[in-house]
């Protein structure tokens, strides 16, 4: 029996500089989970170009990608395999939200997002950007 190939897929970690320092956007997943915005990588766009655009659609906020991306995840679509590449993604502003009918949106320091985050691979991710944006001071 063939093993299937991983379907390729992008997300993004947006944060910004809050009050009391780094914030991190969560958004309910369809089943009403904590996620970062995520996706599948289209075949004319780069991992980066879909963590972008996943994010606009997902969480209706807009961005630049920072760096390389923080890491990769396992996860299934559909029962089938996929690797999910995540980024960080600075905010920007608000873009047009075009699944605000059935998502929630939070903005959270580091504790409650990784509170709010179900998979542990995820909120390892979440903590290695965390690294990245206490290291590299100029990113905000």
Known sequence: MSKKEPIEQAGAIPFRRGPSGWEFLVITSRKGNWIFPKGVVGKEETPAEAARKECA??????????GEAVGSYPDRRRKHPCLVRMFLLRYEG????????????????????????????????????????????DIS
């Open 57 to 66: 659609e997902e969480a209706g906020v807009r961005g630049d990608i920072v």
């Open 94 to 137: 608000e873009a047009d939200w075009e699944e605000e009918d059935f998502r929630e949106r939070l903005w959270c320091g580091f504790a409650e997002a990784a509170e709010r985050l179900r998979k542990e691979p995820v909120r390892e991710l979440l903590t290695r950007a965390l690294e990245r944006l206490e290291q590299e001071r």
